[in-house]
């Protein structure tokens, strides 16, 4: 009996131990969090410690989301040989792949990017409670030349560049200009543009060890994820992908999530 509770005991110690590998407090908070931030309504205001740190944010069931993948699952998790990696957050909305790479990599190196004007406060806000005073923050969008660009923003995690109709103008950098020089992780997180922006990047690209794109689908535009994995084979890359919104009938399919009938990240390194 003695023997079955101690191995009873160290279960339940190696769960609490998996819940909190994220420096992200107790069990308890981190599980009633996660349901608070779900069912608030959409688009309010709200501030959380789940980062284990104080973020203010403008929507929590879509900030519940990305913290579920990025700091408990840790899609983004990488082993590197330099001691101070440099990092390219570029769509960083609130700064949780920030903090979470800062964590991760205290010496590291960051560049983070958010276009909309009003998410691009609570990131600053979000990093300087933090005390990452280091990282540096671009309120420019990513693209293929530095420019003014029409953005719209959705008002949490979507915002995106677009050709016409309503929006803000925002201005953007050359994602070149950043990519002559080693750079140990590229994100790309920017809602469409991920395309244009890598083929435009392509000679550049041998100077980056990994790369996270999330890549878009739009209804009625030509799919480019074909095109997108043969740049990245070409550039030296092998990948590994995962579906964001995996559907169990897709012959069926007649219906999308703002505009997006596909969405898939897609992880590429080198051997």
């Known amino acids: 009996m003695l023997k079955k509770l101690r191995k009873t005991a160290s279960w339940i110690k190696s769960k609490i131990h998996s819940a909190t590998k994220a420096n992200s407090g107790p069990v308890p908070y981190v599980v009633a969090e996660k349901e608070r931030l779900a069912k608030m309504p959409r688009y ?44 390219l957050d570029c769509g960083a909305n609130v700064g949780l792949a920030t903090l979470y790479f800062k964590k991760k990599f205290p010496q590291a190196e960051i560049f ?13 806000e979000n990093l300087t409670s933090a005390g990452f005073k280091d990282v540096k923050v671009y309120r420019k969008a990513i693209w293929t030349k530095a420019t003014e660009l029409r953005f719209l923003s959705e008002g949490s995690d979507s915002g995106k560049i677009i050709n016409e109709g309503e929006g803000v ?13 080693p750079v140990q992780f590229l994100k790309m997180d920017i809602e469409g543009a991920e395309c244009d922006v890598l083929f ?10 990994k790369i996270f794109v999330e890549y878009h689908s739009f209804v009625n535009s030509p799919q480019m994820l074909g095109e997108l994995l043969n740049l990245l084979k070409e550039s ?21 999530y703002r505009n997006t009938d596909l969405l898939t990240n897609i992880f590429a390194f080198r051997r």
Do not use: C
């Open 236 to 256: 030296g890359f092998r990948y590994h992908m995962q579906s964001v919104m995996p559907h169990d009938r897709p012959f069926l399919l007649n219906a999308s």
């Open 44 to 87: 309010e205001a709200t501030k959380t410690m789940l980062a284990g740190t104080e973020m203010h944010i403008p929507d929590g069931l879509s900030f519940a989301e990305a913290w579920k993948e990025i700091w408990e699952k840790e899609i983004y998790s990488f082993e590197t040989d330099s001691k101070s990696p440099l990092i």
């Open 200 to 209: 435009d990047a392509k000679p550049l690209l041998e100077n980056v060890e």
């Open 169 to 181: 103008i925002v201005e953007s950098v050359d994602l070149k200009d950043f990519l002559n020089q």
């Open 112 to 124: 983070s990017f958010e276009p909309d004007p009003v998410i691009h406060s609570y990131l600053v």
